[in-house]
C-alpha cells in the first residue's frame, strides 16, 4: 500500500504540469458583446488622441530623467515632485534605514497588529506640523483613500454633502460612498456655495459638509478658501480640504492653501498624500479635529481594511517633513517659485495662452485633443518630458500640456523648455 502511494506521489507532478500548461491554454473567454465594446472604446480612444500610453522611465524620478527609447536624458516637467525631495539623499538614506530597522511591511491592518512607534510619530509629526490645537492625524494607503474614507464614516442619510464642481475624482467617488444627500456648487464660486447650502438646510439636513481641492490640479488654481470659511461658518457647516497639490508648496512654509489664505484654525480636516511634495512614494493622510479623527480610526473601511504603510514610506515621509522645516525649507520654495515665475513670464511672452495663478502648475491651453498629443510628443524629440490631458480628465476641447515646476528645476533647463514650446508650438500653429 505504501509503495501505491509513493509511486501515486511520484507521478503528481507530471500530471499538475500538464493541468497547467491546459488551463494557460484554455483563458476564460470575455461575452462577445463586452469585448466588442471595450474593443472600439479603445479604438475610439486612438482615434480622438486621447489614449493614454505609459512612458517607461529608467532611471529615479529627477528633475533630469532616462525614458525609454529616448536615447538621452530628457527634461521632466510632469512630475507631482515640487520640492526635489523624490530622490533627495536624506530622504532615500531614511527610507533606507527603516528598512532595515523596522522591516520590509507588517502584514497587518492597523488595529490588528500594524501599528508601529515610527507610525504614531510620523502622524504626531504632521499635526505638529499644523499647529493646530485639539487635532490628531490618521494615515492612509493614499489621499485616494483619506478621500475614500471620510464622507461615508462622518456623514448619514439625513446629512448633506457640498463638493466643489472641478473636485478630484478621489472626493468625486468617496461622496458617492456616502448615504448623504449630494449638491454641487460652481468652481470656486462662493455664492453659488451659499446657495446650495441654504437648499440644503431647507431640505432638512442636519449636518452639512463643505469640500474642496486647496488647489485644483488641472487649473493650477487655488481655492478662494478665506471666502469659502465665512461661508461655511455662516452656515454652521463642516469644511474638508484636499490639499495634495499644496501641502509641501502653497503658504509661506508650505503648510497648505489654510496658510496661504490664513485661514488654517478654520478647516475642520485636511486631506492629503506624502507622494508628491513630500517624498514622492505613497502614503495619505486625514488632520484635524481629534474627536473626528477617533471616529474614522473606528469606522473609515480604507483604513480598517488596509495594510499599514511600509516602513520605508514612513520614513521617507518623515525625512521630508523634516528637510521642509529646517533650514533647508525655506530656500527649496524660494527656488521653485523663482523657477514658476520665470517660466510663465517667457511662455507668456511668447504668445501661449497659460492657466492657474500662483502655484508650479502652468497649464498651457490647446484646446485640440491631438494636438496636446503632437506637442507632448514632439516636445519629448527636443529632450522635455511633459504630457497632454484631455477629455475625460479635462473637460472636452480643454485640452492642455500641463507643466509642472520643481525646485529641482535650474534655469537652464527651464529655458531649455520654453525654447523647445516655442519652436514646436510655431510648427502646430499654436503661436505664430
Same mark, same amino acid.
Given at each position: 500500500?505504501? =509503495?501505491?502511494?509513493?509511486?501515486?506521489?511520484?507521478?503528481?507532478? #507530471?500530471?499538475?504540469?500538464?493541468?497547467?500548461?491546459?488551463?494557460?491554454?484554455?483563458?476564460?473567454?470575455?461575452?462577445?458583446?463586452?469585448?466588442?465594446?471595450?474593443?472600439?472604446?479603445?479604438?475610439?480612444?486612438?482615434?480622438?488622441?486621447?489614449y493614454?500610453?505609459?512612458r517607461?522611465?529608467?532611471?529615479?524620478?529627477?528633475?533630469?530623467? #532616462?525614458?525609454?527609447?529616448?536615447?538621452?536624458?530628457?527634461?521632466?516637467?510632469?512630475? %507631482? +515632485?515640487?520640492?526635489?525631495?523624490?530622490n533627495?539623499?536624506? &530622504?532615500?538614506?531614511?527610507?533606507?534605514?527603516?528598512?532595515?530597522?523596522? $522591516? +520590509?511591511?507588517?502584514?497587518?491592518?492597523?488595529?490588528?497588529?500594524?501599528?508601529?512607534?515610527i507610525?504614531?510619530?510620523?502622524?504626531?509629526? =504632521?499635526?505638529q506640523?499644523?499647529?493646530? %490645537?485639539?487635532?490628531?492625524?490618521?494615515l492612509?494607503?493614499?489621499?485616494?483613500?483619506?478621500?475614500?474614507?471620510?464622507?461615508?464614516?462622518?456623514?448619514t442619510?439625513?446629512?448633506?454633502?457640498?463638493?466643489?464642481?472641478?473636485?478630484?475624482?478621489?472626493?468625486?467617488?468617496?461622496?458617492r460612498?456616502?448615504?448623504?444627500?449630494?449638491?454641487?456648487?460652481?468652481?470656486? !464660486? &462662493?455664492?453659488?456655495?451659499?446657495?446650495?447650502?441654504?437648499?440644503?438646510? !431647507?431640505?432638512?439636513?442636519?449636518?452639512?459638509?463643505? &469640500?474642496?481641492? $486647496?488647489?485644483?490640479?488641472?487649473?493650477?488654481?487655488?481655492?478662494?478658501?478665506?471666502?469659502?470659511?465665512?461661508v461655511?461658518?455662516?452656515? #454652521?457647516?463642516?469644511?474638508?480640504?484636499?490639499?495634495a497639490?499644496?501641502t509641501?508648496?502653497?503658504?509661506?512654509?508650505g503648510? $497648505?492653501?489654510?496658510?496661504?489664505?490664513?485661514?488654517?484654525?478654520?478647516?475642520?480636516?485636511?486631506?492629503?498624500?506624502?507622494?508628491?511634495?513630500?517624498?514622492?512614494?505613497?502614503?495619505?493622510?486625514?488632520? @484635524? %479635529?481629534?474627536?473626528?479623527?477617533?471616529?474614522?480610526?473606528n469606522?473609515?473601511?480604507?483604513?480598517?481594511?488596509?495594510?499599514?504603510?511600509?516602513?520605508? &514610506?514612513? $520614513?521617507?515621509?518623515?525625512?521630508?517633513? !523634516?528637510?521642509? @522645516?529646517?533650514?533647508?525649507?525655506?530656500?527649496?520654495?524660494?527656488?521653485?517659485?523663482? %523657477?514658476?515665475?520665470?517660466?510663465?513670464?517667457?511662455?507668456?511672452?511668447?504668445?501661449?495662452?497659460?492657466?492657474?495663478?500662483?502655484?508650479?502648475?502652468i497649464?498651457?491651453?490647446?484646446?485640440?485633443?491631438?494636438?496636446?498629443?503632437?506637442?507632448?510628443?514632439?516636445?519629448?524629440?527636443?529632450? =522635455?518630458?511633459?504630457? @497632454?490631458?484631455?477629455?475625460?480628465?479635462?473637460?472636452k476641447d480643454?485640452?492642455?500640456?500641463?507643466?509642472q515646476?520643481?525646485?529641482?528645476?535650474?534655469?537652464? #533647463?527651464?529655458?531649455?523648455?520654453?525654447?523647445?514650446?516655442?519652436?514646436?508650438?510655431?510648427?502646430?500653429?499654436?503661436?505664430?
Open positions: 500500500m505504501f =509503495i501505491r502511494a509513493k509511486a501515486l506521489v511520484q507521478k503528481q507532478p #507530471q500530471r499538475l504540469l500538464f493541468s497547467t500548461q491546459s488551463w494557460v491554454q484554455q483563458q476564460a473567454q470575455l461575452p462577445a458583446e463586452l469585448e466588442e465594446r471595450v474593443s472600439q472604446t479603445l479604438d475610439s480612444m486612438r482615434a480622438n488622441g486621447t493614454k500610453a505609459e517607461i522611465i529608467t532611471t529615479p524620478q529627477e528633475a533630469s530623467i #532616462q525614458v525609454e527609447g529616448s536615447g538621452s536624458n530628457v527634461v521632466n516637467f510632469c512630475a %507631482n +515632485n515640487y520640492l526635489g525631495l523624490a533627495h539623499p536624506q &530622504v532615500v538614506e531614511r527610507a533606507s534605514e527603516y528598512l532595515h530597522k523596522w $522591516g +520590509n511591511g507588517l502584514s497587518s491592518v492597523r488595529f490588528i497588529c500594524g501599528t508601529q512607534a507610525h504614531k510619530q510620523l502622524e504626531d509629526k =504632521i499635526t506640523f499644523y499647529s493646530r %490645537n485639539q487635532s490628531d492625524t490618521i492612509y494607503a493614499s489621499c485616494f483613500d483619506a478621500n475614500a474614507g471620510v464622507f461615508e464614516s462622518l456623514l442619510e439625513k446629512d448633506a454633502v457640498i463638493s466643489d464642481s472641478l473636485n478630484h475624482a478621489s472626493i468625486i467617488d468617496g461622496v460612498l456616502s448615504r448623504a444627500k449630494r449638491f454641487r456648487y460652481r468652481n470656486g !464660486d &462662493v455664492e453659488d456655495l451659499d446657495a446650495k447650502l441654504k437648499q440644503a438646510k !431647507d431640505e432638512g439636513c442636519r449636518v452639512k459638509l463643505v &469640500v474642496t481641492d $486647496g488647489v485644483f490640479s488641472m487649473d493650477g488654481v487655488i481655492a478662494p478658501l478665506r471666502d469659502v470659511c465665512d461655511v461658518e455662516r452656515h #454652521q457647516a463642516v469644511l474638508v480640504v484636499d490639499d497639490h499644496a509641501g508648496v502653497v503658504g509661506k512654509t503648510r $497648505g492653501t489654510g496658510e496661504y489664505w490664513g485661514v488654517a484654525p478654520r478647516i475642520h480636516l485636511v486631506n492629503s498624500t506624502l507622494g508628491k511634495a513630500l517624498g514622492g512614494a505613497s502614503g495619505g493622510y486625514t488632520s @484635524g %479635529n481629534s474627536l473626528l479623527i477617533e471616529l474614522l480610526r469606522t473609515s473601511r480604507p483604513y480598517l481594511f488596509s495594510n499599514t504603510l511600509a516602513p520605508s &514610506v514612513v $520614513g521617507a515621509a518623515a525625512a521630508a517633513l !523634516d528637510i521642509l @522645516g529646517s533650514q533647508q525649507g525655506t530656500p527649496l520654495l524660494e527656488r521653485l517659485w523663482a %523657477n514658476a515665475k520665470h517660466f510663465r513670464q517667457r511662455m507668456s511672452e511668447a504668445g501661449f495662452e497659460l492657466a492657474g495663478k500662483d502655484h508650479a502648475i497649464p498651457v491651453m490647446l484646446g485640440d485633443a491631438r494636438k496636446a498629443t503632437q506637442m507632448a510628443d514632439a516636445l519629448l524629440k527636443r529632450g =522635455i518630458y511633459v504630457i @497632454g490631458f484631455s477629455y475625460p480628465v479635462v473637460p480643454q485640452a492642455r500640456i500641463r507643466v515646476m520643481s525646485a529641482a528645476h535650474s534655469t537652464e #533647463q527651464i529655458d531649455h523648455a520654453v525654447d523647445a514650446f516655442i519652436e514646436v508650438g510655431r510648427d502646430l500653429q499654436v503661436i505664430s
